[in-house]
């Protein structure tokens, strides 16, 4: 049994030799979903492709003979190098490429959020399931191309998804707390001025006011004063009339007699009218 390579005229023996012919083009592998655990017991989703050829027909021919048997082989191959590189790194590593800096806005997040390190990273992964998948898929004469592994998706399974959640609520909820008890802080710092600067201004409006109010009262004493001055005896009556309405309640009914000091007031004042 032998086999030919490129274009060209060939020759085969009649009923003696058969021709099988294979594509060298590279085709599509597609793997399942599957739950995989990493190395800190933590269940993830996998999901990967890879773009493989038929490197040597004649062990291809050999070994798996068409296409359909490949795939099943692949899947045998792929899966197995996948579950051995995934379960022996923590989730860490499957999930980040390198130890670059998060993209979180809040700085507090990242103070805050535990980051393992990342030693060899998710390409590092990628890279070690294709050559030991490149390795074991040459018995069978089948060729994984170069960095032909791709991960597709990647998913954390319901309780490990959960725990990831509750984890960024309980960052998220001390960031709040954080922020409220600033903004707590500057409130009462903002009301402790306000209140200082209330109690100074009305001090000083007080004092203010007490001062033209004492000038208003010398102003009035010095017109009372030259006033009263020029007439004594009117003097007299005003001030006998203002201690009578300040000690008298306003339903008081007064009599007084023709020898009352104010009977002779009015007396004294309509006489001289």
Known sequence: MSYTEGAGLYFKMPFIQDVQKFDRRF?????????VPTRDKKFI????TALWNIADPLKFLRTVNNVDQAQSRLDDIIDNQTRNSITSRNLIEVVRTDNREMQIAEAELRETSKVDSVYEGRDKIMQEIAENSRRDCIEYGIG???MGI???????????????????IAERSRIAE???????????????????????ITSEAYRE????????????????????SKDPEFYRFVRTLTLYEESLPDSTKMVI???????????????KK
Do not use: C
């Not at 007699?257 to 006489?271: I, Q, R």
């Open 27 to 35: 085709l599509r592998w597609n793997g399942y979903p599957e739950e």
């Open 45 to 48: 989703w996998t999901d990967f």
């Open 144 to 146: 994984i191309a170069h």
């Open 150 to 168: 791709l991960l597709k998706g990647l998913t954390y399974v319901e309780s490990v998804k959960e725990a990831v959640e509750n984890r960024m």
């Open 178 to 200: 954080r922020y409220l008890s600033e903004g707590q802080g500057e409130y009462e710092r903002i009301m402790g001025e306000k209140e200082r600067d209330l109690r100074q």
């Open 209 to 228: 006011a007490r001062g033209i109010e004492g000038e208003g009262d010398a102003e009035a004493l010095k017109v009372y004063a030259d006033g009263f």
């Open 257 to 271: 007699g023709t020898d009352n000091p104010l009977f002779e007031l009015l007396k004294g004042k309509v006489g």
